[in-house]
């Protein structure tokens, strides 16, 4: 692991507890603030919450959970637009093109804020430029492989994959997400030659390796973990620094004989460059709110979504922090989307 990787992850940790404490002490004063302010009349029509990436992946669930919520507390529809497609610059373009009134939102990710600056040789959109509205979560991936591919375990794994170089796939939800990079991680780490097939979309993916077309790969347990239960895919470990909730059993892939290796997914809520603080705090209050519902955190729960309250600003200061991190992942695997 580069000093890069540990100081990174060492940072997040200490801003996640730092926040978090911070949070329970702000939350009452934010919204004592929401209440006392006169409405804005925001919002007067339906919202427009764009997911950069396919139906049915981890992402568009933890938006579709989140939009129902909101459009409760809003009063008005929150309608998801899934825009997938290059690494989600195209989703997130639409959100930089949107005007700033808060009718156009985004879910933006470790992906789109902070991997995407390194691997595209030009963006469409500027990461720095959006705002910032509140994060949602973390999830942890999972290395699955096909349920016939015969290792039990990721030693066992690095040991066959080693004795054949190049023969083994690993497909991902396409290039440059967590699921190639950490992928890529992996082998760096391992010594390892793997051949990565990119997929446009994680459901696809995981369509093929259940079908034996693959052999391997990192998804999200947010998308993966129903495969995982019911057998049709073989876990063999999970991508952060301790044990997921959901999958206690499963070791991580650091006590699995990979010392250094951790990843975590993120991701939350953005808007277009000038949306109005006014607006930003109505949408962050009414998100912290939400994700301190019980129901809502026993449905994120069933997804492996790990979820905190935070202040409006903390998605870039995430993706800040993990740019330096992904931009040396990348540079090591040779991964470049033109």
């Not at 933006?108 to 959006?130: E, F, W």
């Not at 696809?204 to 895919?233: E, T």
């Not at 990979?258 to 705090?281: D, M």
């Amino acid at each position: 692991m580069s000093s890069i990787d540990a100081s990174v992850a060492a940072q997040r940790r200490l801003v996640l507890r730092g926040i978090a404490a911070a949070c329970a002490v702000a939350s009452s004063a934010r919204l004592a603030w929401a209440q006392a302010t006169p409405a804005t009349g925001y919002p007067a029509r339906p919202i427009r919450l764009v997911v950069p990436s396919a139906a049915g992946g981890a992402p568009d669930a933890i938006c579709r959970v989140m939009g129902i919520e909101l459009a409760t507390a809003l009063g008005q529809p929150v309608v998801i637009d899934n825009k997938a497609g290059a690494g989600g610059a195209i989703g997130m373009s639409e959100v930089a093109r949107a005007a700033p009134d808060g009718y156009t939102l985004g879910y933006g990710n470790v992906v789109t804020l902070a991997i995407n600056k390194s691997l595209y040789a030009k963006l469409p959109y500027d990461p720095n430029a959006l705002t910032s509205v509140a994060l949602l979560g973390t999830v942890q991936n999972a290395l699955v492989v096909r349920k016939d591919l015969p290792v039990a375990n990721v030693r066992e794994l690095i040991a066959y994959a080693k004795a054949r170089p190049g023969q083994l796939t690993m497909g991902s939800a396409g290039n440059g997400t967590t699921g190639h990079l950490g992928g890529e991680l992996f082998k760096s780490l391992t010594g390892t030659f793997i051949t990565h097939v990119p997929y446009r979309g994680s459901p696809q993916a995981i369509q093929d390796l259940m079908g034996g077309q693959i052999d391997l790969m990192f998804d999200n347990l947010s998308s993966i973990a129903p495969h995982i239960k019911d057998g049709r895919v073989k876990a063999l470990g999970v991508s952060g620094a301790r044990r997921a909730p959901l999958l206690p059993q499963l070791p991580t892939i650091q006590e699995s004989g990979v010392p250094g290796y951790e990843t975590t997914a993120w991701g939350g809520i953005v808007g277009p460059k000038g949306l109005p603080g006014e607006i930003v705090t109505r949408l962050n209050v009414e998100i912290n709110r939400i994700l301190a519902m019980p129901a809502v955190r026993a449905k994120y729960a069933t997804m492996a979504f790990e979820t905190m309250a935070s202040p409006a600003n903390l998605l870039m200061t995430m993706a800040m922090m993990e740019t330096p991190r992904w931009a040396e992942v990348i540079k090591r695997s040779g991964a470049k989307v033109e």
